[in-house]
């Protein structure tokens, strides 16, 4: 009787023992080890910083002038973008830069030449789709809204020339080559729909009219993803 309460005892330590053990082991397992790298998640906040086209479609006319025509300057300017991301890949974009356009007539009114130059402030919202199924390559597309307003506007050979802020559509298709977890390279594409009114005074007639700027804004540049 005195053998068989020894062993049984001698079993019981030995399983509570091994269960001991294991515990000890699973939860060392779950303890990263000192000095183990721990993968972050990326920063939500994304800017781009980039060289930007503006290339305008040269269009617009003048009310009551059968026959005219407008066309644009086109430019290049630095451009800058903040971006936040609600999840891998949706995400939000606002672009600021401002540029200026100097106004010719076209047409019949084409012997005006330089009507007149603006300065535009076009601050473009868009709402965007991320791919994240290709690497360090990340493309994206997207669409938005347009407000421009338009400062600074001199007059050449008009009397007197406005130009009225406005709100427009916009399209957007690009990608991001990322080089590491912040730095990449970007290019861009961006349609804007963008027809504003305007009122000019030539040799003492008041006129009015629209001009059909409709720009894509090519850019490349540089991303940094906080």
């Known amino acids: 009787m005195g053998v068989a309460r020894g062993v049984t005892a001698a079993v019981v330590f030995i399983v509570v023992g091994q ?9 060392a397992a779950s303890v990263p080890e000192i000095g183990a790298s721990v993968t972050e998640a990326p920063s939500p906040w994304q800017i781009r910083l980039r060289g930007l086209g503006v290339i305008t479609k040269d269009s617009g006319y003048v009310n009551a002038v059968p026959g005219s025509g407008l066309s644009y300057s086109d430019t290049v300017i630095p451009e800058l973008d903040i971006t936040y991301f609600f999840t891998d890949n949706i995400a939000t974009e606002l672009v600021l830069g401002t540029t200026y356009a100097n106004i010719d007539g076209q047409g019949t009114i084409g012997g005006l030449g330089n009507v007149g130059k603006v300065w535009l402030l076009p601050p473009t919202l868009t709402l965007q789709y991320h ?12 669409g938005g809204v347009n407000y421009t307003i338009f400062y600074n506007q001199d007059v050449g050979s008009a009397d007197a020339l406005n130009v009225k802020n406005t709100f427009g559509a916009a399209l957007q298709v690009g990608f991001d080559y990322m080089v590491d977890r912040h730095w990449g390279v970007n290019f861009d594409v961006k349609k804007l729909f963008l027809k504003p009114d305007f009122d000019v005074t030539v040799d003492g007639a008041k006129l009015t009219g629209k001009a059909e700027l409709d720009p894509w804004l090519i850019g490349a540049g540089v991303t940094y993803r906080f």
């Open 19 to 27: 269960q001991a053990v294991a515990a000890d082991l699973a939860q």
């Open 131 to 142: 791919f994240t199924d290709f690497g360090a390559f990340k493309p994206y597309v997207g």
